[in-house]
């Protein structure tokens, strides 16, 4: 049985044919490591289509669809190319929060010029030294009249340098480990909030990723997200979808490396026969394909725990977890299939590879997931 209805099935249509055209010819205009840049335009273009988020409410500019319907489009997107791919969906990083816990003012002002492309965002919580230990963060916020001060340094927040506003964790009740973490919007021609260093990466390069100060910088008060002192059970809530996101992520890129290597074995030959003709590479391209498919059943059930109001925690863990590795695991055959054509910059797979190893970190390391799934198994899972 499958879950896809024939509305998933258009919209898988319309998503490859969109990225085919307008994402795959331009991916290496995106890779050159002096040039970061986010493509805008295709941002654009994806926000008009409903292409961004469309399981969002229509009223906020998404489509009202299901949220199978936004694990496809971020599976398609990646698999024509996981650099722009991700970069443009990751535009849209900081609404997930505003939209399940902030107010109807936050939602319009916010959440839907980013849907209709018209601002940029991002989520900002990792800090230097703080990443998979969150409640190690120390970034503080402090209100002072009806403004909420903050100070800190914050690392690899995506999009911060194009963002036209990102929301900042911080803390609250610094002594609270999680319990004291709460959730900003702040707009980033705020004073005192300075992007200060692209990060220069091995991949994803269509993605800004930077490093800020933050220094006395003041939001009012109705910027704060949900409640005080609340931020960490608001982040892990949206975690638990978006890591299904970042699962569909890894399973396109493993699929368009797949595609890839897939064609080049029918057309490459050696010893006097298409290379595809040897059962070695066949096996390699049949492994490939079973953790493929193994991802992607993975990856909806979990999408279908969210869409039936279950806890996706536990089964949202093992997607993100799986798909990031097979991920890796399969761009790195499909470079093996091109031989040394696979080492170079003119053959797809080497960007495929570089580009979708993040998938395995941002979210929650794979080190994480599995601590996560440890401690999610229960009576009713085990
Ligand atoms: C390209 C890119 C984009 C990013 N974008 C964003 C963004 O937009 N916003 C944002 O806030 N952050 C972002 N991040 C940061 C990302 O979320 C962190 O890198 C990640 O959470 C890991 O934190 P860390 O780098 O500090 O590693 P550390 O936490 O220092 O981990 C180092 C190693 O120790 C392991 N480890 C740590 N704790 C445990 C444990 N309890 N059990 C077992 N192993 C453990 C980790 O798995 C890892 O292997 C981005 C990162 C990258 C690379």
């Given at each position: 049985m499958t879950l896809l209805t024939a509305e998933h099935e258009a919209i898988r249509d319309a998503v490859r044919e969109f990225a085919e055209t307008e994402i795959e010819p331009i991916a290496r205009e995106y890779d050159d490591p002096g040039a970061v840049q986010f493509p805008r335009e295709v941002f654009q273009e994806a926000a008009e289509l409903d292409f961004l988020a469309p399981h969002y409410p229509e009223e906020y500019g998404g489509a009202g669809m299901d949220f199978l319907g936004s694990v496809i489009v971020h599976e398609e997107f990646n698999r024509a190319d996981p650099g722009i791919g991700t970069a443009v969906l990751t535009?849209?990083?900081?609404?997930e929060m505003i939209l399940e816990y902030g107010d109807e003012w936050q939602k319009s002002e916010f959440v839907r010029p980013v849907l209709e492309g018209e601002a940029v965002c991002g989520t900002s919580i990792s800090e230097p030294d703080a990443g998979s230990d969150v409640a190690g963060m120390r970034t503080t916020a402090e209100k002072d009249g009806d403004e909420w001060v903050l100070n800190g340094s914050k690392t690899w927040a995506s999009n911060s340098p194009v963002a036209e506003f990102m929301v900042v964790m911080a803390k609250t009740t610094p002594d609270a480990g999680h319990n004291g973490i709460s959730a900003f919007i702040v707009p980033?021609?705020?004073?005192?909030f300075e992007v200060e260093r692209d990060i220069e990466k091995m991949g994803l390069r269509a993605s800004p990723t930077a490093e800020i100060n933050i220094s006395n910088a003041r939001v009012p008060e109705d910027h704060l997200v949900g409640e005080v002192d609340r931020g960490f059970a608001q982040l892990m809530e949206f975690f638990n979808e978006n890591r299904i996101l970042v699962a569909a992520n890894a399973l396109g890129a493993a699929a368009g490396a797949f595609r890839h290597a897939y064609e080049y074995a029918q057309e490459r030959e050696a010893f006097d026969q298409k290379?595809?003709?040897?059962q070695g590479l066949q096996w390699k391209l049949a492994d490939m394909k079973t953790d493929i498919e193994t991802a992607r059943s993975t990856t909806y059930r979990a999408a279908g725990e969210v869409m039936a109001e279950n806890d996706p925690r536990h089964l949202a863990s093992i997607a993100k977890y799986y798909a990031s590795e097979i991920c890796e695991d399969v761009c790195s055959e499909a470079i093996q299939i091109h031989?040394?054509?696979?080492?170079?910059?003119?053959?797809?797979p080497e960007k495929f590879y570089r580009d979708a190893r993040v998938q395995k970190i941002v979210e929650g390391t794979s080190e994480i997931q599995k601590n996560i799934i440890y401690d999610s198994i229960d009576e009713a899972n085990r």
């Open positions: 535009g849209k990083f900081g609404t980033t021609e705020t004073d005192g290379i595809s003709d040897f031989g040394g054509y696979g080492y170079t910059r003119e053959f797809p």
